[in-house]
Protein backbone atom coordinates (compact mmCIF):
# COMPACT_ATOMS: atom_id res chain seq x y z
CA UNK A 1 0.00 0.00 0.00
CA UNK A 2 1.79 3.24 -0.90
CA UNK A 3 2.00 6.70 1.27
CA UNK A 4 -0.71 8.32 -0.84
CA UNK A 5 -3.48 6.04 -0.38
CA UNK A 6 -2.93 5.68 3.58
CA UNK A 7 -4.59 8.43 5.65
CA UNK A 8 -2.98 8.82 8.85
CA UNK A 9 -5.21 10.36 11.69
CA UNK A 10 -4.21 11.66 15.13
CA UNK A 11 -5.34 10.75 18.63
CA UNK A 12 -6.07 13.42 20.76
CA UNK A 13 -3.24 13.64 23.51
CA UNK A 14 -4.83 11.57 26.64
CA UNK A 15 -7.62 10.26 26.83
CA UNK A 16 -11.41 11.98 27.38
CA UNK A 17 -13.01 10.06 29.93
CA UNK A 18 -14.82 12.66 32.03
CA UNK A 19 -17.40 14.67 30.44
CA UNK A 20 -16.25 18.23 28.89
CA UNK A 21 -17.44 21.22 30.31
CA UNK A 22 -19.03 22.25 26.64
CA UNK A 23 -21.28 18.98 27.04
CA UNK A 24 -25.14 19.92 28.30
CA UNK A 25 -26.80 16.66 29.61
CA UNK A 26 -30.37 16.94 28.74
CA UNK A 27 -30.80 20.35 28.00
CA UNK A 28 -34.37 21.59 28.52
CA UNK A 29 -36.52 21.24 25.16
CA UNK A 30 -36.74 25.29 25.20
CA UNK A 31 -33.40 26.25 26.11
CA UNK A 32 -32.22 24.45 22.36
CA UNK A 33 -35.20 25.05 20.37
CA UNK A 34 -33.27 27.11 17.72
CA UNK A 35 -30.80 24.04 17.27
CA UNK A 36 -33.75 21.54 16.36
CA UNK A 37 -34.30 23.05 13.13
CA UNK A 38 -33.15 24.80 10.15
CA UNK A 39 -34.45 26.27 6.97
CA UNK A 40 -35.99 23.17 6.15
CA UNK A 41 -38.73 24.07 9.06
CA UNK A 42 -38.17 20.29 9.52
CA UNK A 43 -37.93 20.23 13.54
CA UNK A 44 -36.08 17.58 15.78
CA UNK A 45 -38.10 16.76 18.89
CA UNK A 46 -35.54 16.25 21.62
CA UNK A 47 -31.77 15.96 21.84
CA UNK A 48 -29.13 13.85 24.68
CA UNK A 49 -26.93 17.07 24.96
CA UNK A 50 -25.48 20.26 23.10
CA UNK A 51 -22.13 21.12 22.89
CA UNK A 52 -21.29 24.31 21.59
CA UNK A 53 -17.28 24.47 21.44
CA UNK A 54 -15.44 27.62 20.67
CA UNK A 55 -12.28 25.79 19.95
CA UNK A 56 -10.88 23.30 17.70
CA UNK A 57 -9.49 21.73 21.03
CA UNK A 58 -12.73 21.89 22.26
CA UNK A 59 -14.37 20.44 19.66
CA UNK A 60 -12.24 17.10 19.73
CA UNK A 61 -12.41 16.78 23.56
CA UNK A 62 -16.46 16.74 22.98
CA UNK A 63 -15.96 14.27 20.19
CA UNK A 64 -13.43 11.81 22.18
CA UNK A 65 -16.04 11.74 25.18
CA UNK A 66 -18.76 10.98 22.75
CA UNK A 67 -16.61 8.17 20.66
CA UNK A 68 -15.72 6.89 25.09
CA UNK A 69 -19.72 7.00 25.74
CA UNK A 70 -21.05 5.31 22.11
CA UNK A 71 -22.77 8.56 21.74
CA UNK A 72 -24.67 8.81 18.21
CA UNK A 73 -23.89 12.65 17.37
CA UNK A 74 -26.21 15.50 15.04
CA UNK A 75 -23.75 17.64 14.06
CA UNK A 76 -24.79 21.59 12.82
CA UNK A 77 -23.41 24.65 12.10
CA UNK A 78 -25.30 27.64 10.72
CA UNK A 79 -28.27 26.07 10.05
CA UNK A 80 -29.27 28.11 6.86
CA UNK A 81 -29.95 24.75 4.95
CA UNK A 82 -32.86 23.46 3.56
CA UNK A 83 -33.09 20.11 3.25
CA UNK A 84 -32.99 19.03 7.25
CA UNK A 85 -29.20 18.02 7.44
CA UNK A 86 -28.67 20.45 10.62
CA UNK A 87 -31.55 18.72 12.28
CA UNK A 88 -30.90 15.87 15.41
CA UNK A 89 -32.56 12.68 15.20
CA UNK A 90 -34.51 11.91 18.25
CA UNK A 91 -32.33 11.28 21.35
CA UNK A 92 -29.02 12.25 19.63
CA UNK A 93 -25.98 14.27 20.90
CA UNK A 94 -26.07 17.68 19.14
CA UNK A 95 -22.61 19.42 18.66
CA UNK A 96 -22.94 22.72 17.16
CA UNK A 97 -20.00 24.60 15.01
CA UNK A 98 -22.08 27.58 15.24
CA UNK A 99 -19.63 29.38 17.78
CA UNK A 100 -15.97 27.98 15.97
CA UNK A 101 -15.61 30.81 14.18
CA UNK A 102 -12.37 33.04 13.11
CA UNK A 103 -9.78 33.20 10.50
CA UNK A 104 -6.29 30.55 10.97
CA UNK A 105 -4.27 32.23 8.57
CA UNK A 106 -4.00 33.84 4.87
CA UNK A 107 -1.49 32.96 2.03
CA UNK A 108 -1.89 35.78 0.30
CA UNK A 109 1.45 34.95 -1.69
CA UNK A 110 0.74 31.42 -2.26
CA UNK A 111 0.41 30.06 -5.75
CA UNK A 112 -2.95 29.91 -5.26
CA UNK A 113 -3.43 32.68 -2.68
CA UNK A 114 -5.73 30.67 0.16
CA UNK A 115 -7.18 31.49 3.27
CA UNK A 116 -8.05 28.94 6.43
CA UNK A 117 -10.58 29.49 8.93
CA UNK A 118 -12.53 27.31 11.36
CA UNK A 119 -15.53 25.88 10.11
CA UNK A 120 -17.94 27.83 11.66
CA UNK A 121 -17.24 30.85 9.89
CA UNK A 122 -19.79 32.73 7.56
CA UNK A 123 -19.02 33.39 4.18
CA UNK A 124 -19.54 37.53 5.18
CA UNK A 125 -17.23 37.06 7.68
CA UNK A 126 -14.37 35.45 5.55
CA UNK A 127 -15.14 38.54 2.56
CA UNK A 128 -15.07 41.06 5.33
CA UNK A 129 -11.77 39.77 6.15
CA UNK A 130 -10.80 40.01 2.43
CA UNK A 131 -12.10 43.38 2.28
CA UNK A 132 -10.02 45.39 5.27
CA UNK A 133 -7.02 43.22 5.36
CA UNK A 134 -6.38 41.65 1.56
CA UNK A 135 -8.43 43.72 -0.78
CA UNK A 136 -7.17 42.56 -3.73
CA UNK A 137 -7.89 38.86 -3.09
CA UNK A 138 -11.48 37.22 -3.85
CA UNK A 139 -13.50 34.31 -2.74
CA UNK A 140 -15.75 33.50 -5.94
CA UNK A 141 -18.13 30.52 -4.50
CA UNK A 142 -21.26 32.75 -3.57
CA UNK A 143 -24.53 31.00 -2.23
CA UNK A 144 -27.59 32.75 -1.95
CA UNK A 145 -27.22 32.94 1.72
CA UNK A 146 -24.35 34.52 2.90
CA UNK A 147 -24.70 33.59 6.82
CA UNK A 148 -23.76 30.03 5.31
CA UNK A 149 -20.69 28.72 7.56
CA UNK A 150 -17.75 27.58 5.21
CA UNK A 151 -17.98 23.98 7.42
CA UNK A 152 -21.51 23.49 5.92
CA UNK A 153 -20.69 24.77 2.56
CA UNK A 154 -17.98 22.15 2.24
CA UNK A 155 -20.42 19.81 3.94
CA UNK A 156 -22.88 20.38 1.24
CA UNK A 157 -20.70 20.97 -1.95
CA UNK A 158 -22.48 24.49 -1.68
CA UNK A 159 -23.25 26.78 -4.96
CA UNK A 160 -25.29 29.66 -6.10
CA UNK A 161 -25.29 31.98 -8.71
CA UNK A 162 -21.85 32.23 -9.88
CA UNK A 163 -21.43 28.36 -9.97
CA UNK A 164 -22.12 29.15 -13.56
CA UNK A 165 -18.54 30.61 -14.08
CA UNK A 166 -16.57 29.38 -11.08
CA UNK A 167 -17.64 25.73 -10.35
CA UNK A 168 -19.18 24.51 -6.65
CA UNK A 169 -17.42 24.42 -3.00
CA UNK A 170 -15.36 21.25 -3.98
CA UNK A 171 -13.33 23.06 -7.32
CA UNK A 172 -12.14 25.77 -4.49
CA UNK A 173 -11.91 23.16 -1.31
CA UNK A 174 -7.43 23.12 -1.06
CA UNK A 175 -7.40 21.69 2.85
CA UNK A 176 -9.47 20.01 5.15
CA UNK A 177 -9.13 18.92 8.93
CA UNK A 178 -12.00 16.14 9.80
CA UNK A 179 -12.19 14.97 12.98
CA UNK A 180 -13.67 11.35 12.84
CA UNK A 181 -16.52 9.64 14.67
CA UNK A 182 -13.54 7.55 16.87
CA UNK A 183 -12.34 10.91 18.40
CA UNK A 184 -9.14 11.24 16.13
CA UNK A 185 -7.97 13.50 13.50
CA UNK A 186 -7.38 13.47 9.92
CA UNK A 187 -5.62 16.40 7.80
CA UNK A 188 -6.24 16.36 4.35
CA UNK A 189 -4.80 18.08 1.08
CA UNK A 190 -5.46 18.66 -2.19
CA UNK A 191 -2.68 16.30 -4.51
CA UNK A 192 -1.34 14.83 -1.71
CA UNK A 193 -3.72 11.99 -0.68
CA UNK A 194 -5.25 9.68 -3.21
CA UNK A 195 -6.81 6.18 -4.23
CA UNK A 196 -4.02 3.74 -5.75
CA UNK A 197 -5.97 1.11 -7.95
CA UNK A 198 -8.94 1.90 -6.43
CA UNK A 199 -8.07 1.81 -2.73
CA UNK A 200 -8.01 4.00 -0.36
CA UNK A 201 -6.75 3.05 3.78
CA UNK A 202 -7.63 4.57 7.06
CA UNK A 203 -5.50 4.41 10.32
CA UNK A 204 -8.42 5.07 12.51
CA UNK A 205 -8.74 3.89 16.22
CA UNK A 206 -6.02 1.06 16.52
CA UNK A 207 -6.17 -0.33 12.89
CA UNK A 208 -6.68 0.46 9.10
CA UNK A 209 -9.43 -0.29 7.40
CA UNK A 210 -9.71 -0.25 3.30
CA UNK A 211 -11.89 1.25 1.08
CA UNK A 212 -12.47 -0.29 -2.07
CA UNK A 213 -15.39 0.56 -4.25
CA UNK A 214 -16.13 1.42 -8.16
CA UNK A 215 -16.41 5.14 -9.28
CA UNK A 216 -18.97 6.72 -7.97
CA UNK A 217 -21.00 7.84 -10.85
CA UNK A 218 -21.96 11.31 -11.34
CA UNK A 219 -24.34 13.21 -14.08
CA UNK A 220 -22.70 15.61 -15.96
CA UNK A 221 -24.61 18.57 -14.60
CA UNK A 222 -24.21 20.46 -11.65
CA UNK A 223 -24.60 18.44 -9.05
CA UNK A 224 -24.96 18.05 -4.91
CA UNK A 225 -25.75 14.57 -4.28
CA UNK A 226 -23.78 12.68 -1.75
CA UNK A 227 -20.07 11.11 -1.73
CA UNK A 228 -17.57 11.26 -4.56
CA UNK A 229 -15.12 8.80 -5.39
CA UNK A 230 -13.18 7.88 -8.23
CA UNK A 231 -10.50 5.21 -8.11
CA UNK A 232 -7.42 7.63 -8.44
CA UNK A 233 -8.59 10.96 -7.35
CA UNK A 234 -8.37 13.10 -4.27
CA UNK A 235 -9.21 11.45 -0.96
CA UNK A 236 -10.61 14.69 0.15
CA UNK A 237 -13.21 14.52 -1.95
CA UNK A 238 -15.01 12.16 -0.26
CA UNK A 239 -15.57 14.67 2.73
CA UNK A 240 -17.01 17.53 0.19
CA UNK A 241 -20.73 16.99 0.01
CA UNK A 242 -20.43 14.50 2.60
CA UNK A 243 -22.87 16.10 4.98
CA UNK A 244 -21.26 15.77 7.90
CA UNK A 245 -21.78 11.53 7.44
CA UNK A 246 -17.66 11.09 7.18
CA UNK A 247 -16.75 13.34 10.04
CA UNK A 248 -16.92 16.75 10.79
CA UNK A 249 -14.92 19.64 9.11
CA UNK A 250 -13.32 21.70 11.88
CA UNK A 251 -10.56 24.16 9.71
CA UNK A 252 -11.45 24.87 6.08
CA UNK A 253 -8.51 26.17 3.73
CA UNK A 254 -10.07 27.75 0.05
CA UNK A 255 -8.28 28.89 -3.03
CA UNK A 256 -8.86 32.78 -3.35
CA UNK A 257 -8.64 34.23 -6.86
CA UNK A 258 -7.30 38.02 -7.69
CA UNK A 259 -10.18 40.27 -7.71
CA UNK A 260 -11.40 41.27 -10.49
CA UNK A 261 -11.66 45.09 -11.87
CA UNK A 262 -15.33 45.23 -12.16
CA UNK A 263 -18.81 43.60 -13.04
CA UNK A 264 -21.54 44.29 -15.06
CA UNK A 265 -25.36 43.00 -13.96
CA UNK A 266 -27.82 43.26 -16.60
CA UNK A 267 -31.54 42.31 -16.37
CA UNK A 268 -33.69 42.26 -19.61
CA UNK A 269 -37.29 41.44 -20.19
CA UNK A 270 -38.85 38.95 -22.20
CA UNK A 271 -42.36 38.56 -23.55
CA UNK A 272 -41.72 34.76 -24.39
CA UNK A 273 -39.70 32.39 -21.91
CA UNK A 274 -38.69 30.92 -25.76
CA UNK A 275 -37.02 34.12 -26.17
CA UNK A 276 -35.03 34.23 -22.95
CA UNK A 277 -34.30 30.81 -23.35
CA UNK A 278 -32.74 31.70 -26.67
CA UNK A 279 -30.88 34.59 -24.88
CA UNK A 280 -29.29 32.39 -22.66
CA UNK A 281 -27.76 30.46 -24.85
CA UNK A 282 -26.32 32.87 -26.99
CA UNK A 283 -24.87 34.36 -23.78
CA UNK A 284 -23.49 30.53 -23.60
CA UNK A 285 -21.88 30.56 -27.23
CA UNK A 286 -19.93 33.92 -26.40
CA UNK A 287 -16.71 32.96 -25.26
CA UNK A 288 -15.31 36.51 -25.24
CA UNK A 289 -17.96 37.42 -22.19
CA UNK A 290 -16.48 36.51 -18.81
CA UNK A 291 -20.47 35.44 -17.73
CA UNK A 292 -20.28 34.72 -14.12
CA UNK A 293 -24.00 34.03 -13.73
CA UNK A 294 -27.33 33.74 -15.72
CA UNK A 295 -30.47 33.62 -13.69
CA UNK A 296 -34.18 33.42 -14.38
CA UNK A 297 -37.04 34.88 -13.09
CA UNK A 298 -40.54 34.10 -14.48
CA UNK A 299 -44.05 35.80 -14.43
CA UNK A 300 -45.80 34.54 -11.25
CA UNK A 301 -42.15 35.47 -9.87
CA UNK A 302 -42.72 39.16 -10.95
CA UNK A 303 -45.91 39.17 -9.46
CA UNK A 304 -44.72 38.11 -6.18
CA UNK A 305 -42.06 40.48 -5.93
CA UNK A 306 -44.07 43.31 -6.76
CA UNK A 307 -46.64 42.24 -3.63
CA UNK A 308 -43.57 42.99 -1.82
CA UNK A 309 -44.76 46.49 -2.02
CA UNK A 310 -41.17 47.80 -1.85
CA UNK A 311 -40.44 50.93 -4.03
CA UNK A 312 -37.37 49.58 -5.46
CA UNK A 313 -39.52 46.50 -7.23
CA UNK A 314 -41.71 49.02 -8.90
CA UNK A 315 -39.12 50.93 -10.40
CA UNK A 316 -37.32 47.51 -12.04
CA UNK A 317 -41.25 46.23 -12.73
CA UNK A 318 -41.47 49.76 -14.71
CA UNK A 319 -39.85 48.12 -17.42
CA UNK A 320 -41.03 44.75 -17.34
CA UNK A 321 -44.49 45.78 -18.64
CA UNK A 322 -46.13 42.13 -18.14
CA UNK A 323 -42.99 40.21 -19.49
CA UNK A 324 -43.41 36.59 -19.20
CA UNK A 325 -39.33 36.52 -17.61
CA UNK A 326 -36.50 37.78 -16.86
CA UNK A 327 -32.57 37.31 -17.18
CA UNK A 328 -30.06 38.92 -14.87
CA UNK A 329 -26.69 38.38 -16.44
CA UNK A 330 -23.29 39.38 -14.52
CA UNK A 331 -19.92 39.55 -16.55
CA UNK A 332 -16.29 40.67 -15.59
CA UNK A 333 -14.75 42.86 -17.20
CA UNK A 334 -11.40 45.38 -17.09
CA UNK A 335 -11.66 48.52 -18.31
CA UNK A 336 -14.34 51.09 -18.99
CA UNK A 337 -13.87 50.12 -23.27
CA UNK A 338 -14.18 46.70 -21.75
CA UNK A 339 -17.76 47.63 -20.66
CA UNK A 340 -18.62 49.73 -23.61
CA UNK A 341 -18.12 46.47 -26.11
CA UNK A 342 -19.91 43.96 -23.78
CA UNK A 343 -23.17 46.76 -23.83
CA UNK A 344 -23.39 46.78 -27.25
CA UNK A 345 -22.92 42.78 -27.22
CA UNK A 346 -25.97 41.88 -25.75
CA UNK A 347 -27.90 44.28 -26.86
CA UNK A 348 -27.04 42.71 -30.35
CA UNK A 349 -27.99 39.11 -28.49
CA UNK A 350 -31.35 40.60 -27.13
CA UNK A 351 -32.23 41.65 -30.38
CA UNK A 352 -31.19 38.29 -31.85
CA UNK A 353 -33.58 36.34 -29.26
CA UNK A 354 -36.68 38.54 -30.19
CA UNK A 355 -36.19 40.92 -26.91
CA UNK A 356 -36.31 44.51 -26.76
CA UNK A 357 -33.22 46.06 -25.29
CA UNK A 358 -35.04 49.04 -24.03
CA UNK A 359 -36.82 46.93 -21.46
CA UNK A 360 -33.38 46.72 -19.21
CA UNK A 361 -31.68 47.69 -16.06
CA UNK A 362 -27.71 47.83 -16.15
CA UNK A 363 -25.24 48.58 -13.76
CA UNK A 364 -21.76 48.43 -12.48
CA UNK A 365 -21.47 49.59 -9.33
CA UNK A 366 -23.37 48.34 -6.34
CA UNK A 367 -25.22 51.08 -5.91
CA UNK A 368 -26.71 51.44 -9.53
CA UNK A 369 -27.77 47.28 -8.86
CA UNK A 370 -29.50 47.97 -5.30
CA UNK A 371 -32.50 48.02 -6.94
CA UNK A 372 -31.78 44.80 -9.13
CA UNK A 373 -30.89 42.95 -5.77
CA UNK A 374 -34.07 44.18 -4.07
CA UNK A 375 -36.11 42.65 -6.53
CA UNK A 376 -34.53 39.49 -6.76
CA UNK A 377 -34.46 38.86 -2.95
CA UNK A 378 -38.04 39.75 -2.79
CA UNK A 379 -39.13 36.65 -4.45
CA UNK A 380 -38.02 34.41 -1.71
CA UNK A 381 -38.91 36.87 0.77
CA UNK A 382 -42.59 37.43 -0.30
CA UNK A 383 -42.99 33.41 -0.55
CA UNK A 384 -42.02 33.25 3.11
CA UNK A 385 -44.03 35.64 4.04
CA UNK A 386 -47.24 33.58 2.58
CA UNK A 387 -46.18 30.54 3.48
CA UNK A 388 -45.97 31.92 7.17
CA UNK A 389 -49.59 33.21 6.51
CA UNK A 390 -51.26 30.01 5.32
CA UNK A 391 -49.29 28.17 7.75
CA UNK A 392 -51.35 29.90 10.78
CA UNK A 393 -54.23 28.19 9.32
CA UNK A 394 -52.50 24.62 8.28
CA UNK A 395 -49.79 24.57 11.17
CA UNK A 396 -47.82 21.16 8.80
CA UNK A 397 -47.98 23.16 5.70
CA UNK A 398 -44.56 24.26 3.82
CA UNK A 399 -43.39 25.35 0.66
CA UNK A 400 -41.96 22.16 -2.05
CA UNK A 401 -39.03 23.69 -3.36
CA UNK A 402 -36.91 21.70 -6.47
CA UNK A 403 -33.01 21.99 -6.76
CA UNK A 404 -32.97 19.78 -9.87
CA UNK A 405 -30.68 20.57 -12.69
CA UNK A 406 -29.75 18.83 -16.42
CA UNK A 407 -28.36 19.18 -19.48
CA UNK A 408 -28.03 21.87 -21.59
CA UNK A 409 -30.25 20.71 -24.61
CA UNK A 410 -32.95 19.57 -21.94
CA UNK A 411 -33.52 23.50 -19.94
CA UNK A 412 -36.48 23.94 -23.14
CA UNK A 413 -37.99 20.42 -21.74
CA UNK A 414 -37.80 20.83 -18.01
CA UNK A 415 -39.67 24.34 -18.22
CA UNK A 416 -42.76 22.66 -19.86
CA UNK A 417 -42.69 19.80 -17.86
CA UNK A 418 -42.77 22.26 -14.56
CA UNK A 419 -45.23 23.99 -16.40
CA UNK A 420 -47.46 21.24 -17.03
CA UNK A 421 -46.94 18.67 -14.36
CA UNK A 422 -47.86 21.93 -11.55
CA UNK A 423 -50.15 23.21 -13.96
CA UNK A 424 -52.12 20.19 -14.21
CA UNK A 425 -52.34 19.51 -9.86
CA UNK A 426 -53.64 22.81 -9.89
CA UNK A 427 -50.88 24.21 -7.62
CA UNK A 428 -49.53 28.00 -6.89
CA UNK A 429 -45.63 27.91 -7.91
CA UNK A 430 -43.39 30.33 -9.13
CA UNK A 431 -40.05 29.24 -11.32
CA UNK A 432 -36.55 30.94 -10.59
CA UNK A 433 -33.08 30.28 -10.41
CA UNK A 434 -29.62 29.52 -12.17
CA UNK A 435 -30.95 29.09 -15.46
CA UNK A 436 -26.97 28.87 -16.58
CA UNK A 437 -26.94 25.87 -15.26
CA UNK A 438 -30.23 24.63 -16.38
CA UNK A 439 -31.56 24.63 -12.25
CA UNK A 440 -34.01 25.91 -11.40
CA UNK A 441 -36.01 26.44 -7.83
CA UNK A 442 -39.54 25.69 -8.50
CA UNK A 443 -41.11 27.12 -5.14
CA UNK A 444 -44.79 25.19 -5.09
CA UNK A 445 -46.81 27.59 -2.65
CA UNK A 446 -50.00 24.65 -0.94
CA UNK A 447 -52.73 26.00 0.38
CA UNK A 448 -53.68 23.26 2.43
CA UNK A 449 -52.55 19.28 3.32
CA UNK A 450 -54.08 18.29 0.01
CA UNK A 451 -52.00 20.39 -1.96
CA UNK A 452 -48.65 19.65 0.16
CA UNK A 453 -49.39 16.27 -0.80
CA UNK A 454 -49.78 16.97 -4.50
CA UNK A 455 -46.88 18.90 -4.65
CA UNK A 456 -44.78 16.16 -3.12
CA UNK A 457 -46.19 13.72 -5.62
CA UNK A 458 -45.29 15.74 -8.64
CA UNK A 459 -41.95 16.83 -7.56
CA UNK A 460 -41.37 12.89 -7.32
CA UNK A 461 -43.17 12.71 -10.82
CA UNK A 462 -40.59 15.39 -11.92
CA UNK A 463 -37.18 13.76 -10.40
CA UNK A 464 -37.64 10.80 -12.26
CA UNK A 465 -38.01 12.37 -15.49
CA UNK A 466 -35.05 14.40 -14.45
CA UNK A 467 -32.84 11.49 -14.13
CA UNK A 468 -33.99 9.99 -17.32
CA UNK A 469 -33.10 12.98 -19.07
CA UNK A 470 -29.24 12.76 -17.27
CA UNK A 471 -30.49 15.61 -14.70
CA UNK A 472 -29.72 14.83 -10.82
CA UNK A 473 -32.37 15.38 -8.22
CA UNK A 474 -30.47 17.87 -6.03
CA UNK A 475 -27.85 20.34 -7.75
CA UNK A 476 -26.54 22.63 -4.88
CA UNK A 477 -28.75 22.05 -1.39
CA UNK A 478 -27.71 18.50 -0.96
CA UNK A 479 -30.07 15.63 -0.04
CA UNK A 480 -30.28 15.73 4.09
CA UNK A 481 -33.01 13.78 5.29
CA UNK A 482 -35.78 15.57 3.72
CA UNK A 483 -34.54 13.93 0.02
CA UNK A 484 -33.19 10.91 0.71
CA UNK A 485 -36.36 8.97 -1.12
CA UNK A 486 -34.71 10.40 -3.93
CA UNK A 487 -31.36 8.41 -3.76
CA UNK A 488 -33.43 5.60 -5.04
CA UNK A 489 -34.60 7.39 -8.30
CA UNK A 490 -31.09 9.00 -8.75
CA UNK A 491 -28.62 5.77 -8.29
CA UNK A 492 -29.42 2.23 -8.79
CA UNK A 493 -28.87 -0.39 -5.68
CA UNK A 494 -25.42 -1.36 -6.10
CA UNK A 495 -24.23 2.39 -6.11
CA UNK A 496 -26.21 3.23 -3.14
CA UNK A 497 -24.38 0.19 -1.25
CA UNK A 498 -21.27 1.53 -2.32
CA UNK A 499 -22.47 4.64 -0.37
CA UNK A 500 -22.91 2.33 2.83
CA UNK A 501 -19.50 0.87 2.16
CA UNK A 502 -18.10 4.79 2.52
CA UNK A 503 -19.98 5.82 5.36
CA UNK A 504 -18.96 1.95 7.14
CA UNK A 505 -15.37 2.86 6.42
CA UNK A 506 -14.98 6.24 8.05
CA UNK A 507 -17.90 5.64 10.83
CA UNK A 508 -18.13 1.80 11.59
CA UNK A 509 -20.51 2.26 14.18
CA UNK A 510 -22.75 4.28 12.09
CA UNK A 511 -22.69 7.08 14.95
CA UNK A 512 -21.85 10.65 12.95
CA UNK A 513 -25.45 12.43 11.49
CA UNK A 514 -27.43 9.28 11.53
CA UNK A 515 -30.71 9.76 9.41
CA UNK A 516 -28.67 11.94 7.22
CA UNK A 517 -28.39 11.36 3.12
CA UNK A 518 -28.20 7.44 3.34
CA UNK A 519 -29.57 4.92 5.39
CA UNK A 520 -28.24 1.51 7.07
Keep these: MGDRSRLRSEALAGEVRERPAEVRLHPDPESVADFLHDESKLGGSGIGSLAVPRTVGALRAVLAWHAHEGNRVAVSGA ?21 LRGVVRVDAEGDPPTITVLAGTSLAE ?12 AFPVDPTETSASLGGMVSTNAGG ?27 LTRGRERGEGGVLWLEDDGG ?68 GF ?60 DLGEIAEGLERMVRQAGGDPDRSLAGATEGALRDIRAFRHAVPERINAI ?40 LDYAAFGHVGNNHFHVNILPRDEAELARARECYAILAREVVAHGGCVSAEHGIGRIKKGFMAIQYPPAVLDAFRRVKRWADPQWRLNRGVLIDP
Design 79 to 99: RTGVTGGAVPENGAHLVSLAE
Design 126 to 137: LNAHLAAHHPGL
Design 161 to 187: ARTYRFGAMREWVQALTIELASGRTLH
Design 208 to 275: ARALEIAPIPKPATKNAIGYGFSPSGDAIDLWIGAEGTLGVVSEVTVRLVRAEPGRLGSLQFFDRVEE
Design 278 to 337: AFVSALRAARELDVTAIEFLDARSHALARDSGKPAVDRVLQQGGGAACSIFVEIAFATED
Design 387 to 426: IAQRRERHPGLHKIATDMAVPDEALGWVYRRYQEVIGRAG
